[in-house]
């Protein structure tokens, strides 16, 4: 059996990559979103794993909230760039929530129950000219122990 955590990520990169976006964007799914800011001439969506957190909510009965984080980032030179990067952002963020996938995903996982996007988070790269975003994706899964 494949870890929930792995599979979803799997999935969610799959549609993305699958999927039509405002810009031409590298969809790759990694266990660690690493890349040098050189590289990012063009814009990068990374899909890793989160975590998982789980919670007793009936005499055996799990409910698991599973996380994938989404990384979209781009090395910008100008206004327009940034305007089509919160454009990206946006668009996969819809497509996150919408949930409208042709690919299969793992039994039990269904729409997101959140999704949060972070704009810059810390405010990190702005002196190398670097546009991010980090879009936290929950999936909620229902799970009895026999």
Do not use: C
Request: aromatic share 8%.
């Amino acid at each position: 059996m494949s870890s929930k955590l792995r599979t979803i990520a799997d999935s969610l990169a799959a549609g993305l990559a699958a999927a039509t976006l405002p810009i031409a964007a590298s969809v790759q799914r990694q266990n660690w979103a690493h890349i040098d800011v050189d590289q990012m001439a063009n814009p990068v969506v990374f899909v890793t794993p989160g975590g998982a957190d789980t919670t007793l909510i009936g005499r055996k009965v799990w409910q698991t909230d599973n996380t994938a984080l989404v990384f979209v980032g781009r090395r910008v030179a100008v206004d327009a760039d940034v305007n089509a990067m919160f454009d990206l952002a946006d668009e996969i963020y819809r497509l996150i929530r919408s949930h409208s996938w042709g690919n299969t995903w793992p039994s039990g996982i269904t729409y997101p129950v959140n999704v949060a996007i972070d704009i810059n988070p810390d405010d990190a790269l702005n002196e190398r000219n670097v546009w991010r975003a980090i879009i936290t994706a929950t999936y909620r899964e229902i799970s009895n122990d026999s």
